[in-house]
């Protein structure tokens, strides 16, 4: 409770701030709507539907694209770490291609897609990929050698090794890159949406294209408002119910 009540005192005093320094003619509302202005707009938004459609096209991008990160990222994980020369390629390039921002790839997808849903597609995976593929190659590593040892001694060989000892012992690890693996495709999908707006389809990034474009900054706000809150229900609805359950169950 004591935890509870000092978020929101924080989001409280954030918001106080923010309202007095739009109320008091500090900035512009032109540049910085209030609080108020954008809390009208995300109900009036709600009231539309609004919200709604555009979540529901987003989050099908984000899930088929994540999807498509995490399956690659699996598969290049375990051949980083059973293959030396795979570790000595094609994970030196993963190592620079995971710091390459994702929004530079959203103009070659443009070239090579044009303004599709499969542009956007390629933004996410390019986006997620490395990034997924060496926290799962780092998870597989770090497991102690102590437990392979003991393994072998009480006759694991094989699959039965890595079924029932390498996979369940990087598993907690392996999920908190899953999770960085979402940040990065969540912040991919955002800027593939904002590049690629002459498309039927539209998400919440083509929603806050439209809103710079409009100079309708109380949309603008609304939409990050909403992007933000996508990501903390995530974390409090999936990721964070995994772990507490891995913890739990390895007695931690």
């Not at 032109?30 to 919200?51: C, D, F, M, N």
């Not at 293959?83 to 070659?108: D, E, F, M, Y």
């Not at 979402?182 to 904002?194: C, D, H, K, T, V």
Request: aromatic share 10%; hydrophobic share 55%.
């Amino acid at each position: 409770m004591k935890d509870r009540l000092a978020a929101a005192g924080v989001l409280t005093a954030f918001l106080g701030l923010w309202q007095m320094v739009t109320g008091w003619g500090w900035v512009s509302p032109i540049l910085l709507p209030s609080p108020l202005a954008t809390g009208a707009y995300l109900v009036k938004a709600g009231q539309e539907g609004l919200w709604l459609s555009c979540l529901s096209v987003t989050l099908g991008r984000l899930l088929t694209g994540y999807g498509l990160g995490l399956a690659g990222g699996l598969f290049l994980g375990f051949l980083l770490y059973t293959s030396r020369l795979a570790r000595n390629t094609i994970g030196l390039a993963a190592l620079g291609l995971q710091t390459l921002p994702s929004v530079c790839w959203a103009p070659l997808a443009i070239l090579w897609f044009g303004q599709t849903e499969g542009a956007m597609y390629f933004v996410v995976v390019m986006g997620s990929l490395w990034s997924l593929a060496l926290s799962v190659e780092t998870s597989i590593r770090s497991v102690p050698s102590l437990y392979l040892k003991a393994a072998r001694v009480m006759g694991s060989r094989g699959w039965h090794t890595w079924a029932t000892v390498m996979l369940p012992a990087a598993l907690p690890q392996m999920l908190a890159g899953a999770k960085q693996g979402w940040a990065f495709a969540w912040r991919s999908l955002m800027a593939a949406e904002i590049y690629v707006t002459i498309i039927k389809r539209f998400g919440l990034g083509q929603l806050l294209h439209f809103g710079r474009e409009l100079n309708a900054m109380d949309q603008v706000m609304a939409v990050m408002v909403v992007i933000i809150a996508v990501g903390l229900l995530t974390d409090r609805i999936i990721f964070r119910p995994l772990e507490t359950y891995l913890r739990r169950t390895r007695g931690v």
